[in-house]
């Protein structure tokens, strides 16, 4: 359920970030989106995509040395799948240096997300297991602004490098305390926020996360932790005109639970 102004899906549902993106960045005749996903043999297919591609899915593709190679040749490539695909650490920098790319379901290695360029503005690790000395490659990247760490185990270790830039994080599905919902508060350019199935965060940690935010978009469906009617009595006291849109978010959510 939604409230005027604002909007209840989360970084990840709803639209998909491509159109997104290419509304915002691209004239409908210059669009040019190709989706070669799954498929065996792309060598010869990508002979015959035009060099203006913008968008590409190689998912879950068979990428060769040759293919790699010749992604370097779609100047303006903004969107890059390669979810499922196992080499990454293999691709040109010249393939990774996207605005938006897929990384979903893999295991990082330092060696990967040195390839990522740091003028990315939007990354998907998606179920992606990072740890150790991969975590200082996200450092770095200072001028991302959507995130989606959906079903990583590791999240809280992840966010605190981070940049403090971010406005659209994902997080459904992760094991979050109360304590990493306060942390979130330094992220004080954050919009929209997806916590859908972190089951054990509470209305305390929900609390602390409010106190100081510029939400505009809250996902908190099946946060089983959470009592709709204590957010409304205890809110209703606290609210100010600026937070009201967001109130009205987060109670059609209790309520209608």
């Known amino acids: 359920m939604s409230a005027s102004g ?11 970030l491509i159109d997104r993106f290419e509304d915002q960045q691209l004239s409908s005749s210059a669009r040019i989106h190709v989706d070669l996903s799954t498929r065996r043999d ?28 010749r992604l370097c040749r779609f100047a303006r490539l903004r969107f890059l799948d390669l979810s499922m695909y196992q080499n990454t650490s293999k691709i040109p920098k010249c393939a990774s240096d996207q605005i938006i790319l897929n990384l979903s379901g893999r295991n990082l ?15 998907n ?26 079903m990583c185990k590791n999240a809280e270790e992840i966010l605190p490098h981070i940049s403090d830039q971010i406005t659209s994080l994902n997080l459904a599905g992760c094991k979050l305390t109360d304590e990493t919902l306060e942390q979130l508060s330094r992220f004080t350019q ?17 609390h602390l996360l409010l106190r ?33 849109q967001l109130l ?10």
Do not use: F
Request: net charge neutral.
């Open 6 to 16: 604002v909007s209840l899906s989360s970084a990840a549902s709803g639209r998909p």
């Open 42 to 69: 792309i060598d010869e297919e990508l002979l015959r995509i035009s060099d203006q591609t913008t968008s590409l899915n190689l998912a879950g593709c068979k990428l060769t040395g040759r293919v790699l190679e």
């Open 109 to 123: 290695t330092d060696e990967i997300l040195e390839r990522v360029s740091d003028r990315i503005t939007y990354l």
């Open 125 to 150: 690790l998606d179920g992606c297991s990072i740890a150790g000395k991969p975590l200082q490659q996200l450092d770095r990247l200072t001028q991302l602004r959507d995130l989606n760490l959906s």
């Open 190 to 206: 954050l919009r929209v926020l997806n916590l859908s199935g972190c089951t054990q965060i509470t209305n305390k940690g929900l």
């Open 212 to 244: 100081n935010h510029r939400l505009t978009a809250l996902d908190l469906r099946d946060c089983d932790s959470m009592r709709g009617g204590q957010i409304a009595d205890k809110w209703c006291r606290l609210i100010t005109s600026e937070e009201l």
């Open 248 to 257: 009205k978010a987060v109670l059609s959510i209790c309520l209608s639970a």
